[in-house]
């Protein structure tokens, strides 16, 4: 059974980092297509980051053009964890951040991670 924890998040000032991590398991990480999402009160979900599976595509990140710069995915196949970086924080960037496959799987989302960006 397919399960994602995320951990990491948290109250930051304005263009302050935080390092949030996704602990896969169930899933061969090296297989999978990986994404991080947020959702902000009131919004949809949205796709923030990916990376494609490493063997097939050799680990290729994209980005959303709000984050583009200051956030980085990556992965730790032998943790079976997946990181995303976030430089730069800015108010906007405020939501709870899930990860999940890309597409997701839609019975198997995480509890996520609260990230709050204020002064």
């Known amino acids: 059974q397919v399960q994602f924890v995320e951990s990491g998040g948290g109250l930051v000032q304005p263009g302050g980092s935080l390092r949030l991590s996704c602990a896969v398991s169930?899933?061969?990480?090296?297989?999978?297509?990986m994404g991080w999402y947020r959702q902000a009160p009131g919004k949809e979900r949205e796709l923030v980051a990916s990376?494609?599976?490493?063997?097939?595509?050799?680990?290729?990140?994209n980005y959303h053009d709000s984050v583009k710069g200051r956030f980085t995915i990556s992965r730790d196949v032998g943790k079976s964890t997946v990181y995303l970086q976030m430089n730069s924080l800015k108010p906007e960037d405020t939501a709870v951040y899930y990860c999940?496959?890309?597409?997701?799987?839609?019975?198997?989302w995480g509890q996520g991670t609260q990230v709050t960006v204020s002064s």
């Open positions: 990376i494609s599976n490493s063997v097939t595509f050799g680990s290729v990140a």
């Open positions: 999940n496959t890309r597409p997701p799987r839609p019975d198997v």
């Open positions: 169930g899933s061969r990480l090296s297989i999978e297509t």
